[in-house]
T-cell receptor, first 111, second 113 residues
Framework: DQQVKQNSPSLSVQEGRISILNCDYT??????FLWYKKYPAEGPTFLIS?????DKNEDGRFTVFLNKSAKHLSLHIVPSQPGDSAVYFC??????????FGTGTRLKVLA | DAGVIQSPRHEVTEMGQEVTLRCKPI?????LFWYRQTMMRGLELLIY????????DSGMPEDRFSAKMPNASFSTLKIQPSEPRDSAVYFC???????????FGDGTRLSIL
């Protein structure tokens, strides 16, 4: 039973355009969310977070939106760059220390 | 600024052999996590240490798996005996506090033949 779902396994976007990565969760008790980026043969790297008391958090080209009523969060990358090509994972904090990870979305930014 | 360091990066061994994976967390981080990543199940938490003490090992799949953290700068994950279904990428991660974003090592790719 997947509590955190990333329904799109892959996404291709043209350089300079917006990339939107989506994540759905089932547990309304989750109150803190993270996005990670992962390059091949490397570990996931923390990108951006959002607390459930907010609906938006921005860091440079990266913005995360949280819709609590829909149990949905999204990561926007604007403008997309070829170096953004990677696998992106969303994660939700369950309790005080355990993060539940989605299965990832592979983003390919085309030059 | 050193991140989380894992060794070895790759391990290939035969079924039945003992496998030991090693992790050096970021200095000052009091929380350490071991994960396993597979195609079927994604990234799963195996065990969580806080201040060197195992807090949650409910994700450890079987008694063949064990983990230790003898001090704040070193942890091991041991599989004995290993089986082909243990083949996966194993990640170690650490965080300053238990609920904060985790910093991952580059993983150990384990293949059991």
């Amino acid at each position: 039973d997947q509590q955190v779902k990333q329904n799109s396994p892959s996404l291709s976007v043209q350089e300079g355009r917006i990339s939107i990565l989506n994540c759905d969760y089932t547990n309304s008790m989750f109150d803190y969310f993270l996005w990670y980026k992962k390059y091949p043969a490397e570990g996931p790297t923390f990108l951006i977070s959002i607390s459930s008391i907010k609906d938006k958090n921005e860091d440079g080209r990266f913005t995360v939106f949280l819709n609590k009523s829909a149990k949905h969060l999204s990561l926007h990358i604007v403008p997309s760059q070829p170096g953004d090509s990677a696998v992106y994972f969303c994660a939700a904090l369950s309790g005080t220390y355990k993060y539940i990870f989605g299965t990832g979305t592979r983003l390919k930014v085309l030059a | 600024d050193a991140g989380v360091i894992q060794s070895p990066r790759h391990e290939v061994t035969e079924m039945g052999q003992e496998v030991t994976l090693r992790c050096k967390p970021i200095s000052g981080h009091n929380s350490l996590f071991w994960y396993r990543q597979t195609m079927m199940r994604g990234l799963e938490l195996l065990i969580y240490f806080n201040n060197n003490v195992p807090i949650d090992d409910s994700g450890m799949p079987e008694d063949r798996f064990s983990a230790k953290m003898p001090n704040a700068s070193f942890s091991t994950l041991k599989i004995q005996p290993s089986e082909p279904r243990d083949s996966a990428v194993y990640f170690c991660a650490s965080s300053l506090r238990r609920n904060q974003p985790q910093h991952f090592g580059d993983g150990t790719r384990l293949s059991i033949l």
